[in-house]
């Protein structure tokens, strides 16, 4: 994340290995999209402006780093084209995903620039996410061997996954009435599941057994948890200039996400009943309605006033303590302390 700054000074050579190897990313991601057609390549370039925190890559090349088996010492000298291919995949689906959810969202910004349905329309935006994702598959297809075999398979079924999360979130859209548990699901499907096999990928790569590529897996699914917790609370509590997104649309949309689910499940009657009356004052059929600014005000400090907010922000810092805790098994190396530091900078940050 380019919160490097704030990286302890032993890691830095890490931190140096990681940036090259995530401009090797960049190049593969840009050549594998690249069109002769110029309508096509100028959409290609405007998601080239959405490179973000590239989370993902990041962790598909420490997990590559940090994972290889005993007999051979962590570090840089593991990567390959292999890995940077996998990385470049793994951001493929993600900004696929991420030019798709700006249509379901009616977001009009995303990195604090124009979405690509803003700009272009819903049409090409639908039809520039299946390009984002077929070109993914096409590029994890080339990869040679077991581990490309079985990151085709993995790949396939997290797009999958992907998918059923976001259609199971819109099947609960306005129900109020939505449980943890629920959520839970949600967010482990259409978010973390894609986190999960970056990190796996990325060991088994490197070589890690079945048993380590696990480990690997559940540090990236906790985290990938925490992950979507985080953004759910910037998009309640965050600053919009920061963030860079639109603010407040998953109330908007009648998502509900973590915070107003404890909320609706621990506030004393009266509170619980002026909360439920604000939001179905607020609910409608599908489309987007905004909430105007005093109705919001209220709406969080009802959220503070039963400890929701807080109550969120200490599942996801508990969701970390798990991650990190998946790979304690894991030998002791700068690699490794990178890849954790990385997992607290997933709570800490404020876009
Ligand atoms: C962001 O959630 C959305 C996702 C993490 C997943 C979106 C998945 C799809 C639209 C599935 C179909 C697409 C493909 C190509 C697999 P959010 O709206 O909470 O986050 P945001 O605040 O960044 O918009
Ligand atoms: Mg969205």
Same mark, same amino acid.
Request: glycine letters at 14%; a negative charge.
């Given at each position: 994340?380019?919160?490097a700054s704030s990286i302890p000074a032993d890691l830095a050579p890490v931190m140096r290995v990681l940036d090259e190897a995530v401009g090797g990313v960049e190049r593969v991601f840009d050549g594998a999209l690249r069109s002769d057609l110029p309508p096509v390549q100028r959409l290609v370039e405007h998601v080239e402006t959405y490179r973000g925190k590239m989370l993902r890559p990041q962790l598909v090349i420490l997990s590559a780093m940090a994972a290889p088996p005993s007999d051979l010492a962590p570090g840089s000298s593991c990567l390959t084209d292999a890995h940077l291919t996998i990385a470049a995949v793994c951001e493929m689906i993600h900004m696929a995903t991420l030019v798709h959810d700006d249509v379901l969202d009616e977001a009009d910004v995303r990195r604090k620039g124009a979405t690509v349905n803003r700009l272009h329309g819903n049409e090409a935006a639908v039809i520039l996410g299946d390009y984002l994702f077929s070109s993914a598959y096409r590029l994890c297809s080339t990869l040679a061997g077991e581990v490309?075999? @079985? +990151?085709?398979?993995l790949i396939g079924q997290t797009g999958m996954t992907l998918c059923a999360g976001e259609l199971l979130q819109l099947h609960h859209r306005q129900n109020l009435s939505l449980d943890e548990r629920t959520y839970f699901r949600i967010v482990e499907q259409k978010t973390a599941s894609l986190i999960a096999v970056a990190c796996k990928l990325g060991a088994m790569q490197s070589g890690a057994n079945a048993h380590t590529a696990e480990r690997f897996h559940r540090f990236g699914l906790a985290?990938?948890? +925490?992950?979507?917790? @985080?953004?759910?609370?910037?998009?309640?509590t965050g600053d @919009?200039?920061?963030?860079?997104k639109p603010l407040h649309r998953d109330v908007e949309l009648g998502k509900l996400t973590l915070p107003l689910i404890h909320h609706l499940s621990t506030a004393p009657p009266d509170v619980r009943g002026r909360t439920l009356l604000l939001l179905r004052a607020n609910a409608h059929d599908g489309g987007l309605r905004a909430l105007n600014a005093p109705a919001f005000a209220s709406l969080l400090s009802a959220l503070e006033s039963t400890g929701s907010i807080a109550h969120a922000r200490q599942t996801a810092d508990d969701l970390v303590a798990q991650a990190k805790e998946a790979l304690a098994p894991i030998r002791p190396s700068p690699v490794k302390s990178v890849l954790l530091w990385v997992a607290d900078q997933v709570v800490a940050r404020a876009f």
């Open positions: 994340m380019p919160l490309g075999r @079985q +990151a085709s398979l985290l990938g948890v +925490a992950f979507q917790i @985080q953004d759910d609370l910037l998009d309640l @919009q200039g920061v963030v860079g």
